[in-house]
């Protein structure tokens, strides 16, 4: 980067009397006081090289102070203030509201208190640090949401999905709403009129189906905050009518066998995706449970493949963890893949990675296209077509979702190890058979 200082330096950036960088953000009124100061300096650098390189990591650092400042609640801020000053034992017995009246500990709250307010403080916090008394914090749809990416955040994985997905729920509800209502106003304050407003606007922009899943989101999050809080109110997103939604037997087709043959010169030409084309076929796994396998998951003695979770790839349920008898053919090419390999490497070492399954897809997909260019035929079909095939070739449902890894929805259904390979591949060779 060259050492040639522009005539206008970038926002929050000048240079001091003595040459060096330096960053300067006044603070925002309503957090001047939480904060302590009007402005925050920081030291970027000596020169202007050096300033730039650092300007990306301090401005982030207080975009997160300010957000995070902006985003606490009085009761968080006013335990806060409360450690800080007069210690963690005094803090616990004010989370425990186990203050003794007419105590030193209440006197020292009472000062607090009294300081803060001359300094201007929130009069919310003023009052919960004067007496002593934290108060409930309001469960509103602000809170709902933070709550739930919170609870489904058990992997950085999951937590980077999660975020995503209710950020852009946040938006919608934003605009629908307006930060006010989302922040403030309490759960038990909104109404089924609240609800259908969100899921109109959804359907404005978006697919039926995609609008369920997004409302499945929120209303899956309000329950929770239902359950963990000990609610007495209504699900107001609950059973809300949506129309055109729906899995409907002509939204993906299944291929038929004459496809199925005609793509094989598709995906013959590459040892990889001949690999993966065949195990899909003859498994009706979901693209990512087979891309994401590791060698020591391709059991060739029992002829077998074990889907369970890898370093690089999740699964969707819990019954997606499972045995998957083999046909010879899909055994007779996954093989060779696993000669000589650590047995926790990638089977498909390109697609061990983050979002692998998805590239994964898009190549089977590029190759699908040359050959069908109807739509509603993808990778997926070939998952329809096993679920037809094993329907009509009389595999009991059980059966079938336990092949397929679906969830069954039941208590008992969780429990054992599920069924014999034996048992599903019996099943399984009479759609081989009929291939």
Avoid at 244 to 272: C, F, T, W
Wanted: net charge positive; aromatic share 6%; charged share 30%.
């Amino acid at each position: 980067m060259s050492d040639e200082i522009p005539a206008k330096l970038p926002r929050y950036v000048f240079r001091r009397a003595n040459g060096s960088f330096r960053y300067k953000r006044n603070v925002p009124l309503h957090l001047r006081a939480l904060i302590g100061k009007a402005t925050l300096y920081r030291q970027l650098g000596d020169s202007y090289k050096e300033a730039m390189q650092n300007l990306p990591l301090v401005h982030a650092r207080i975009e997160a102070l300010l957000e995070g400042e902006s985003e606490k609640s009085a009761r968080d801020r006013s335990i806060e203030i409360i450690r800080g000053a007069l210690g963690d034992e005094v803090a616990d017995m004010v989370l425990a509201n186990a203050v003794p009246e007419y105590s030193e500990i209440e006197d020292a709250l009472n000062d607090l208190g009294k300081t803060l307010y001359q300094q201007k403080l929130p009069s919310e916090i003023v009052e919960q640090v004067y007496s002593g008394r934290l108060k409930q914090e309001a469960i509103t749809l602000e809170k709902v949401l933070k709550d739930y990416v919170a609870y489904k955040s058990d992997t950085p994985k999951a937590e980077k999905e999660i975020k995503q997905r209710v950020e852009r729920l946040r938006k919608d509800m934003e605009h629908i709403y307006g930060k006010q209502k989302l922040r403030y106003v309490s759960l038990s304050d909104i109404s089924r009129q609240d609800a259908n407003d969100l899921r109109d606007h959804l359907l404005s922009r978006v697919s039926a189906n995609s609008a369920v899943r997004m409302l499945g989101v929120v209303r899956t999050a309000i329950n929770h905050v239902i359950v963990e809080h000990s609610l007495n109110i209504p699900n107001v997103f609950t059973n809300l009518r949506i129309k055109g939604a729906g899995a409907s037997k002509h939204d993906r087709l299944p291929l038929s066998d004459a496809q199925v043959l005609e793509l094989e010169a598709a995906y013959s030409n590459d040892e990889v995706a001949w690999a993966l084309f065949v195990s899909l076929r003859d498994t009706g796994a979901r693209i990512s449970e087979v891309s994401g396998l590791r060698v020591k998951d391709c059991d060739t003695d029992k002829g077998c493949l074990n889907i369970s979770p890898t370093p690089w790839r999740t699964l969707k349920t819990n019954n997606s963890q499972r045995s998957l008898p083999l046909s010879k053919e899909a055994l007779m090419v996954l093989a060779p893949l696993t000669k000589g390999r650590h047995p926790e490497a990638a089977l498909f070492p390109r697609y061990a990675k983050e979002r692998g399954g998805d590239n994964c897809s898009a190549m089977l997909m590029k190759r699908l296209r040359r050959v069908i260019t109807d739509k509603k035929l993808t990778m997926h079909s070939l998952r329809h077509r096993m679920k037809d095939k094993l329907r009509n070739t009389g595999c009991p449902e059980a059966i079938s979702m336990a092949i397929l890894g679906h969830s069954t929805n039941t208590v008992a259904a969780n429990y054992g190890s599920g069924y014999a390979l034996e048992v599903m591949r019996e099943h399984m060779e009479r759609v081989w058979e009929t291939s």
